[in-house]
Protein backbone atom coordinates (compact mmCIF):
# COMPACT_ATOMS: atom_id res chain seq x y z
CA UNK A 1 0.00 0.00 0.00
CA UNK A 2 1.46 3.71 -0.88
CA UNK A 3 2.08 5.58 2.04
CA UNK A 4 -0.04 8.73 0.82
CA UNK A 5 -3.05 5.99 0.71
CA UNK A 6 -2.10 4.50 4.05
CA UNK A 7 -2.04 7.75 5.64
CA UNK A 8 -5.69 8.75 4.08
CA UNK A 9 -6.86 5.55 5.32
CA UNK A 10 -5.39 6.42 8.63
CA UNK A 11 -7.20 9.77 8.49
CA UNK A 12 -10.28 8.39 7.59
CA UNK A 13 -10.27 6.29 10.69
CA UNK A 14 -9.39 9.32 13.16
CA UNK A 15 -12.23 11.52 11.57
CA UNK A 16 -15.01 8.43 11.37
CA UNK A 17 -13.88 7.97 15.26
CA UNK A 18 -14.15 11.63 16.16
CA UNK A 19 -17.61 12.02 14.91
CA UNK A 20 -19.04 8.83 16.81
CA UNK A 21 -18.05 10.59 19.78
CA UNK A 22 -19.75 13.76 19.06
CA UNK A 23 -22.62 11.50 18.19
CA UNK A 24 -22.24 9.76 21.27
CA UNK A 25 -21.89 12.89 23.07
CA UNK A 26 -24.96 14.74 21.08
CA UNK A 27 -27.20 11.07 22.58
CA UNK A 28 -25.99 11.29 25.91
CA UNK A 29 -24.47 7.53 25.17
CA UNK A 30 -21.38 5.61 25.86
CA UNK A 31 -19.16 6.14 22.69
CA UNK A 32 -17.74 2.18 22.62
CA UNK A 33 -21.11 1.14 20.80
CA UNK A 34 -20.66 3.75 18.55
CA UNK A 35 -16.58 3.10 17.75
CA UNK A 36 -17.77 -0.68 17.04
CA UNK A 37 -20.60 0.25 14.49
CA UNK A 38 -18.24 2.92 12.96
CA UNK A 39 -15.64 0.23 12.19
CA UNK A 40 -18.53 -2.16 11.22
CA UNK A 41 -19.54 0.25 8.32
CA UNK A 42 -16.45 1.59 7.05
CA UNK A 43 -15.02 -2.17 6.80
CA UNK A 44 -14.43 -3.73 3.50
CA UNK A 45 -17.17 -5.99 4.57
CA UNK A 46 -19.83 -3.40 4.33
CA UNK A 47 -18.77 -0.55 2.76
CA UNK A 48 -16.29 -2.51 0.69
CA UNK A 49 -19.00 -4.35 -0.97
CA UNK A 50 -20.92 -1.70 -1.82
CA UNK A 51 -19.29 -1.66 -5.67
CA UNK A 52 -20.44 -5.43 -6.11
CA UNK A 53 -24.42 -4.70 -5.13
CA UNK A 54 -25.67 -3.08 -8.50
CA UNK A 55 -27.89 -6.26 -10.21
CA UNK A 56 -26.51 -8.61 -7.64
CA UNK A 57 -28.36 -10.90 -5.38
CA UNK A 58 -26.87 -10.84 -1.65
CA UNK A 59 -27.98 -12.63 1.46
CA UNK A 60 -29.02 -11.31 4.46
CA UNK A 61 -29.79 -13.23 7.71
CA UNK A 62 -30.40 -15.78 5.61
CA UNK A 63 -32.57 -14.89 2.97
CA UNK A 64 -31.59 -13.97 -0.83
CA UNK A 65 -31.95 -10.09 -1.81
CA UNK A 66 -31.67 -8.84 -5.70
CA UNK A 67 -30.78 -5.49 -5.99
CA UNK A 68 -31.77 -3.65 -8.29
CA UNK A 69 -29.73 -2.42 -11.74
CA UNK A 70 -28.44 1.17 -11.37
CA UNK A 71 -27.82 4.45 -13.29
CA UNK A 72 -24.23 4.62 -14.15
CA UNK A 73 -23.85 7.61 -11.79
CA UNK A 74 -25.25 5.21 -9.27
CA UNK A 75 -22.41 2.81 -9.75
CA UNK A 76 -20.09 5.25 -10.04
CA UNK A 77 -21.23 6.44 -6.49
CA UNK A 78 -20.94 2.99 -4.87
CA UNK A 79 -17.48 2.42 -6.57
CA UNK A 80 -16.92 5.66 -4.72
CA UNK A 81 -17.66 4.85 -1.12
CA UNK A 82 -16.21 1.50 -1.70
CA UNK A 83 -12.79 2.82 -2.76
CA UNK A 84 -13.26 4.58 1.00
CA UNK A 85 -13.67 1.21 2.58
CA UNK A 86 -11.03 0.43 5.48
CA UNK A 87 -9.09 -2.60 6.39
CA UNK A 88 -7.14 -4.35 9.63
CA UNK A 89 -3.88 -3.04 8.50
CA UNK A 90 -0.52 -3.11 10.26
CA UNK A 91 -1.83 0.02 11.88
CA UNK A 92 -4.57 -0.56 12.84
CA UNK A 93 -4.14 -3.97 14.43
CA UNK A 94 -1.41 -2.75 16.46
CA UNK A 95 -2.71 -0.15 17.63
CA UNK A 96 -5.54 -1.59 18.63
CA UNK A 97 -3.20 -4.08 20.87
CA UNK A 98 -1.28 -0.99 21.68
CA UNK A 99 -5.07 0.29 23.07
CA UNK A 100 -5.57 -2.85 25.04
CA UNK A 101 -2.11 -2.42 26.55
CA UNK A 102 -2.77 1.06 27.82
CA UNK A 103 -5.91 0.11 29.41
CA UNK A 104 -5.00 -2.56 31.43
CA UNK A 105 -1.63 -0.66 32.34
CA UNK A 106 -4.16 2.32 34.04
CA UNK A 107 -5.98 -0.47 35.45
CA UNK A 108 -2.66 -1.78 37.13
CA UNK A 109 -2.18 1.88 37.90
CA UNK A 110 -5.17 1.73 40.43
CA UNK A 111 -4.99 -1.66 41.64
CA UNK A 112 -1.29 -1.97 43.16
CA UNK A 113 0.05 -4.84 44.71
CA UNK A 114 -0.40 -4.46 48.61
CA UNK A 115 -4.07 -3.85 47.18
CA UNK A 116 -4.37 -6.86 45.57
CA UNK A 117 -2.38 -8.91 47.91
CA UNK A 118 -5.05 -7.45 50.68
CA UNK A 119 -8.26 -8.65 48.83
CA UNK A 120 -6.52 -12.22 47.60
CA UNK A 121 -8.84 -13.68 49.68
CA UNK A 122 -12.38 -12.20 48.23
CA UNK A 123 -10.78 -12.29 44.53
CA UNK A 124 -10.36 -15.66 45.18
CA UNK A 125 -14.17 -16.19 46.13
CA UNK A 126 -15.82 -13.54 43.53
CA UNK A 127 -13.59 -15.28 40.83
CA UNK A 128 -14.44 -18.75 41.42
CA UNK A 129 -18.06 -17.84 42.39
CA UNK A 130 -17.44 -15.98 38.60
CA UNK A 131 -15.67 -18.82 37.07
CA UNK A 132 -18.58 -21.78 38.19
CA UNK A 133 -21.22 -20.11 37.07
CA UNK A 134 -20.09 -18.24 33.45
CA UNK A 135 -17.88 -21.42 32.33
CA UNK A 136 -20.65 -23.49 33.65
CA UNK A 137 -22.67 -22.84 31.68
CA UNK A 138 -20.82 -21.70 28.86
CA UNK A 139 -19.70 -25.52 28.84
CA UNK A 140 -23.70 -26.66 29.10
CA UNK A 141 -25.29 -24.51 26.33
CA UNK A 142 -21.90 -25.06 23.88
CA UNK A 143 -22.23 -29.26 24.13
CA UNK A 144 -26.18 -28.57 23.56
CA UNK A 145 -25.58 -26.34 20.43
CA UNK A 146 -22.53 -28.21 18.91
CA UNK A 147 -22.59 -31.90 20.33
CA UNK A 148 -19.03 -31.73 20.65
CA UNK A 149 -16.88 -31.16 23.80
CA UNK A 150 -14.04 -29.28 22.71
CA UNK A 151 -16.74 -26.96 20.97
CA UNK A 152 -17.79 -26.54 24.22
CA UNK A 153 -15.16 -25.79 25.60
CA UNK A 154 -14.27 -23.15 23.30
CA UNK A 155 -17.91 -21.75 23.89
CA UNK A 156 -17.61 -21.75 27.44
CA UNK A 157 -14.39 -19.48 27.16
CA UNK A 158 -15.85 -17.14 24.88
CA UNK A 159 -19.37 -16.32 27.05
CA UNK A 160 -17.42 -16.63 30.32
CA UNK A 161 -14.07 -13.95 29.88
CA UNK A 162 -15.54 -10.21 30.99
CA UNK A 163 -14.16 -7.73 28.52
CA UNK A 164 -11.03 -6.21 30.30
CA UNK A 165 -10.36 -3.28 27.64
CA UNK A 166 -14.18 -2.16 27.55
CA UNK A 167 -14.74 -2.39 31.47
CA UNK A 168 -11.84 -0.80 32.03
CA UNK A 169 -12.62 2.27 29.80
CA UNK A 170 -16.31 2.70 31.03
CA UNK A 171 -15.45 2.74 34.87
CA UNK A 172 -12.85 5.29 33.76
CA UNK A 173 -15.34 7.58 31.40
CA UNK A 174 -18.64 6.99 34.20
CA UNK A 175 -16.22 7.84 37.04
CA UNK A 176 -17.19 4.56 38.40
CA UNK A 177 -13.18 3.83 38.84
CA UNK A 178 -12.61 5.91 42.56
CA UNK A 179 -16.27 3.87 43.72
CA UNK A 180 -16.64 1.02 45.92
CA UNK A 181 -18.20 -0.95 43.14
CA UNK A 182 -14.89 -0.75 41.06
CA UNK A 183 -12.82 -2.78 43.46
CA UNK A 184 -15.07 -6.06 42.94
CA UNK A 185 -15.16 -5.20 38.82
CA UNK A 186 -11.09 -4.98 39.13
CA UNK A 187 -10.58 -8.04 41.16
CA UNK A 188 -12.49 -10.39 39.20
CA UNK A 189 -11.07 -9.04 35.90
CA UNK A 190 -7.76 -9.99 37.16
CA UNK A 191 -8.73 -13.39 38.30
CA UNK A 192 -10.43 -13.92 34.83
CA UNK A 193 -7.71 -12.63 33.23
CA UNK A 194 -5.43 -14.92 34.68
CA UNK A 195 -7.15 -17.90 34.55
CA UNK A 196 -7.66 -17.11 30.26
CA UNK A 197 -3.87 -17.26 30.05
CA UNK A 198 -3.80 -20.76 31.08
CA UNK A 199 -7.15 -21.47 29.68
CA UNK A 200 -5.96 -20.09 26.63
CA UNK A 201 -2.41 -22.36 26.56
CA UNK A 202 -4.62 -25.28 26.85
CA UNK A 203 -7.21 -24.61 24.08
CA UNK A 204 -4.65 -23.71 21.78
CA UNK A 205 -2.49 -27.24 21.88
CA UNK A 206 -5.86 -28.72 21.69
CA UNK A 207 -7.12 -27.15 18.71
CA UNK A 208 -4.02 -26.89 16.77
CA UNK A 209 -2.67 -29.88 17.77
CA UNK A 210 -5.22 -32.21 17.60
CA UNK A 211 -5.15 -32.85 21.37
CA UNK A 212 -1.75 -32.91 22.20
CA UNK A 213 -1.99 -32.48 26.12
CA UNK A 214 2.39 -32.73 26.31
CA UNK A 215 2.33 -29.25 24.16
CA UNK A 216 -0.67 -27.95 26.12
CA UNK A 217 1.45 -29.08 30.03
CA UNK A 218 4.44 -26.89 28.15
CA UNK A 219 2.88 -23.74 27.54
CA UNK A 220 0.94 -23.84 31.09
CA UNK A 221 4.29 -23.96 32.18
CA UNK A 222 5.71 -20.84 30.49
CA UNK A 223 2.20 -19.01 30.85
CA UNK A 224 2.73 -19.54 34.57
CA UNK A 225 6.34 -19.09 34.66
CA UNK A 226 5.89 -15.45 32.91
CA UNK A 227 3.46 -14.70 35.30
CA UNK A 228 5.76 -15.43 38.04
CA UNK A 229 8.22 -12.81 36.86
CA UNK A 230 5.66 -10.03 36.18
CA UNK A 231 4.84 -10.63 39.88
CA UNK A 232 8.67 -10.75 40.63
CA UNK A 233 9.00 -7.43 38.48
CA UNK A 234 6.26 -6.17 40.33
CA UNK A 235 7.37 -6.60 44.06
CA UNK A 236 11.18 -6.01 43.24
CA UNK A 237 10.80 -3.39 40.61
CA UNK A 238 9.55 -0.32 42.15
CA UNK A 239 12.50 1.10 43.26
CA UNK A 240 13.84 0.73 39.59
CA UNK A 241 10.80 2.27 37.84
CA UNK A 242 11.21 5.34 40.42
CA UNK A 243 14.64 6.48 39.37
CA UNK A 244 13.66 5.21 35.68
CA UNK A 245 10.78 8.03 35.76
CA UNK A 246 12.99 10.63 37.25
CA UNK A 247 13.28 12.76 33.92
CA UNK A 248 13.65 16.43 33.38
CA UNK A 249 10.92 16.64 31.01
CA UNK A 250 7.40 15.18 30.33
CA UNK A 251 8.64 13.08 26.62
CA UNK A 252 10.96 11.35 28.83
CA UNK A 253 8.55 10.24 31.47
CA UNK A 254 5.98 9.12 28.32
CA UNK A 255 8.74 7.57 26.15
CA UNK A 256 10.07 5.72 29.14
CA UNK A 257 6.67 4.59 30.24
CA UNK A 258 5.50 3.54 27.15
CA UNK A 259 8.84 1.85 25.91
CA UNK A 260 8.79 -0.53 29.56
CA UNK A 261 4.82 -0.75 29.17
CA UNK A 262 4.90 -2.26 25.40
CA UNK A 263 7.74 -4.26 25.46
CA UNK A 264 6.88 -6.17 28.66
CA UNK A 265 3.48 -6.72 26.84
CA UNK A 266 5.14 -7.44 23.49
CA UNK A 267 7.26 -10.10 25.18
CA UNK A 268 4.47 -11.76 27.18
CA UNK A 269 2.47 -12.17 24.21
CA UNK A 270 5.41 -13.75 22.11
CA UNK A 271 5.51 -15.76 25.31
CA UNK A 272 2.19 -16.74 24.88
CA UNK A 273 0.83 -14.78 27.81
CA UNK A 274 -1.91 -12.25 27.20
CA UNK A 275 -0.42 -8.93 26.47
CA UNK A 276 -3.46 -7.41 28.36
CA UNK A 277 -2.36 -9.78 31.58
CA UNK A 278 1.63 -8.15 31.10
CA UNK A 279 0.31 -4.52 30.85
CA UNK A 280 -1.56 -5.05 34.53
CA UNK A 281 1.32 -5.83 36.11
CA UNK A 282 3.70 -3.38 34.66
CA UNK A 283 1.11 -0.82 35.64
CA UNK A 284 1.14 -2.31 39.03
CA UNK A 285 4.99 -2.09 39.11
CA UNK A 286 4.61 1.81 38.56
CA UNK A 287 1.73 2.19 40.81
CA UNK A 288 4.37 2.04 43.93
CA UNK A 289 6.17 4.73 42.34
CA UNK A 290 5.60 8.67 43.11
CA UNK A 291 5.10 9.53 39.17
CA UNK A 292 1.54 8.00 39.26
CA UNK A 293 -0.61 11.20 39.01
CA UNK A 294 2.10 12.14 35.97
CA UNK A 295 1.56 8.86 34.17
CA UNK A 296 -2.47 9.49 34.52
CA UNK A 297 -1.94 12.62 32.92
CA UNK A 298 0.18 12.45 30.02
CA UNK A 299 -0.25 9.03 29.25
CA UNK A 300 -4.42 9.72 29.53
CA UNK A 301 -4.98 11.24 25.99
CA UNK A 302 -2.84 8.41 24.37
CA UNK A 303 -4.89 5.43 26.27
CA UNK A 304 -7.90 7.30 24.49
CA UNK A 305 -6.82 7.45 21.52
CA UNK A 306 -5.52 3.79 20.91
CA UNK A 307 -8.43 3.10 23.14
CA UNK A 308 -10.76 3.81 20.37
CA UNK A 309 -8.64 2.29 17.35
CA UNK A 310 -9.38 -1.46 19.30
CA UNK A 311 -12.77 -0.63 19.33
CA UNK A 312 -13.41 0.43 15.80
CA UNK A 313 -11.07 -2.35 15.17
CA UNK A 314 -13.69 -5.08 16.50
CA UNK A 315 -16.02 -3.98 14.06
CA UNK A 316 -13.65 -3.68 11.12
CA UNK A 317 -13.37 -7.77 11.50
CA UNK A 318 -17.05 -8.01 12.05
CA UNK A 319 -18.30 -9.10 8.89
CA UNK A 320 -22.13 -8.71 9.10
CA UNK A 321 -22.84 -11.61 6.55
CA UNK A 322 -21.67 -14.72 9.23
CA UNK A 323 -25.16 -13.77 10.30
CA UNK A 324 -27.54 -16.26 9.05
CA UNK A 325 -30.34 -16.79 10.59
CA UNK A 326 -29.48 -19.90 12.38
CA UNK A 327 -26.12 -17.52 13.82
CA UNK A 328 -28.48 -15.34 15.26
CA UNK A 329 -30.65 -17.98 16.77
CA UNK A 330 -27.86 -19.08 18.50
CA UNK A 331 -26.41 -15.53 18.96
CA UNK A 332 -29.80 -14.61 21.24
CA UNK A 333 -29.79 -17.91 22.82
CA UNK A 334 -26.53 -17.19 23.72
CA UNK A 335 -27.22 -13.64 25.12
CA UNK A 336 -30.70 -14.65 26.78
CA UNK A 337 -28.49 -17.89 28.87
CA UNK A 338 -25.66 -15.74 29.41
CA UNK A 339 -26.53 -12.35 30.47
CA UNK A 340 -28.47 -13.20 33.65
CA UNK A 341 -25.52 -15.23 34.68
CA UNK A 342 -23.19 -12.69 34.77
CA UNK A 343 -25.34 -10.51 36.59
CA UNK A 344 -25.97 -12.82 39.17
CA UNK A 345 -22.23 -14.14 39.78
CA UNK A 346 -21.34 -9.90 39.53
CA UNK A 347 -23.96 -8.97 42.31
CA UNK A 348 -22.67 -12.26 44.91
CA UNK A 349 -19.25 -10.80 44.05
CA UNK A 350 -20.17 -7.43 45.24
CA UNK A 351 -21.84 -8.79 48.61
CA UNK A 352 -18.36 -10.75 48.91
CA UNK A 353 -16.89 -6.77 49.22
CA UNK A 354 -19.66 -5.90 51.80
CA UNK A 355 -21.31 -4.20 49.43
CA UNK A 356 -25.23 -3.05 49.21
CA UNK A 357 -27.15 -4.03 47.18
CA UNK A 358 -27.52 -1.00 44.67
CA UNK A 359 -22.84 -1.25 44.29
CA UNK A 360 -23.36 -5.27 44.03
CA UNK A 361 -25.79 -4.85 40.96
CA UNK A 362 -23.72 -1.94 39.58
CA UNK A 363 -21.03 -4.85 39.87
CA UNK A 364 -22.99 -7.53 37.71
CA UNK A 365 -24.45 -4.92 35.16
CA UNK A 366 -20.90 -3.83 34.39
CA UNK A 367 -19.43 -7.30 34.70
CA UNK A 368 -21.93 -8.29 31.44
CA UNK A 369 -19.84 -7.18 28.53
CA UNK A 370 -17.61 -9.34 26.62
CA UNK A 371 -14.49 -8.02 24.25
CA UNK A 372 -11.41 -8.86 23.00
CA UNK A 373 -10.35 -12.12 24.64
CA UNK A 374 -13.88 -13.78 23.52
CA UNK A 375 -13.02 -12.51 19.74
CA UNK A 376 -9.16 -13.94 20.43
CA UNK A 377 -10.69 -17.59 21.08
CA UNK A 378 -13.08 -17.31 18.31
CA UNK A 379 -9.87 -16.56 15.86
CA UNK A 380 -8.46 -19.74 17.63
CA UNK A 381 -11.55 -21.90 16.46
CA UNK A 382 -11.29 -20.56 13.22
CA UNK A 383 -7.49 -21.35 12.63
CA UNK A 384 -8.40 -25.18 14.11
CA UNK A 385 -11.10 -25.44 11.25
CA UNK A 386 -10.26 -29.46 9.69
CA UNK A 387 -7.54 -30.05 12.34
CA UNK A 388 -9.19 -29.97 16.14
CA UNK A 389 -12.51 -29.04 15.09
CA UNK A 390 -14.91 -29.48 12.02
CA UNK A 391 -14.53 -27.21 9.82
CA UNK A 392 -18.50 -25.79 9.65
CA UNK A 393 -18.32 -26.43 13.55
CA UNK A 394 -15.46 -24.29 13.55
CA UNK A 395 -17.02 -21.78 11.40
CA UNK A 396 -20.02 -21.43 13.73
CA UNK A 397 -18.53 -20.84 16.36
CA UNK A 398 -16.38 -18.16 15.16
CA UNK A 399 -19.75 -16.53 13.23
CA UNK A 400 -21.76 -16.63 17.01
CA UNK A 401 -18.80 -15.04 18.95
CA UNK A 402 -18.28 -12.38 16.58
CA UNK A 403 -22.12 -11.59 16.97
CA UNK A 404 -22.23 -12.17 20.43
CA UNK A 405 -19.24 -9.67 21.02
CA UNK A 406 -20.93 -7.60 18.98
CA UNK A 407 -24.48 -7.47 21.25
CA UNK A 408 -22.66 -8.18 24.26
CA UNK A 409 -20.43 -4.74 24.45
CA UNK A 410 -23.19 -3.07 23.20
CA UNK A 411 -25.58 -4.26 26.33
CA UNK A 412 -22.60 -3.77 28.69
CA UNK A 413 -21.55 -0.40 28.35
CA UNK A 414 -25.74 0.49 27.84
CA UNK A 415 -26.45 -1.17 31.54
CA UNK A 416 -23.70 0.65 33.02
CA UNK A 417 -24.52 3.68 31.27
CA UNK A 418 -28.03 3.37 32.72
CA UNK A 419 -27.55 1.84 35.58
CA UNK A 420 -28.81 4.25 37.51
CA UNK A 421 -32.65 4.20 35.89
CA UNK A 422 -32.18 0.05 36.86
CA UNK A 423 -30.94 0.45 40.47
CA UNK A 424 -34.53 1.25 41.87
CA UNK A 425 -36.08 -1.29 40.21
CA UNK A 426 -34.18 -4.26 41.23
CA UNK A 427 -33.07 -3.17 44.32
CA UNK A 428 -36.80 -3.04 45.61
CA UNK A 429 -37.48 -6.18 44.22
CA UNK A 430 -34.57 -7.81 45.89
CA UNK A 431 -35.77 -6.16 49.51
CA UNK A 432 -39.37 -7.18 48.98
CA UNK A 433 -37.93 -10.80 48.37
CA UNK A 434 -36.09 -10.45 51.71
CA UNK A 435 -39.13 -8.71 53.50
CA UNK A 436 -36.52 -5.48 54.11
CA UNK A 437 -38.96 -2.33 54.20
CA UNK A 438 -35.96 -0.06 55.02
CA UNK A 439 -34.32 1.58 51.71
CA UNK A 440 -30.79 0.85 50.24
CA UNK A 441 -27.41 2.39 50.74
CA UNK A 442 -26.42 5.32 48.68
Known amino acids: MATETALVDVGVLFAAVALAGVAANRINQSVIPLYIVTGMVLGSNVLGKLPDLAGSEVAVGGVSLVIPEMTVAGVDLLAALGGVALSDTDFVVVGAEIGIVLLLFFLGLEFNLDRLLASKDRIGKAGTIDLALNFGIGL ?194 AVIVTTPTKLISGYLGGRIYNLDDRRSLRVGLGMATRGEFSLIIASLALTGAGSGLPTETAETIYAVAVGYVLVMSVLGTSLMQHSSRLEPIVVSLLERGRGDTGRAND
Open 140 to 333: LFGYLVFGDVLAAVLTAGVVYISSSAIITKSLIDLGWIANAESEPMLGTLVYEDLFIAVYLAIVSALVLGSGDLGAAAGQIVLAIGVILALLALVTYGTDFFQHFLDADTNEFVVVRALGVTILVAGIALALGVSEAVAAFFVGMAFSGTDHVHDLEQLLEPLRDAFAAIFFFWIGLVTDPGLFTLSVVAIIVA
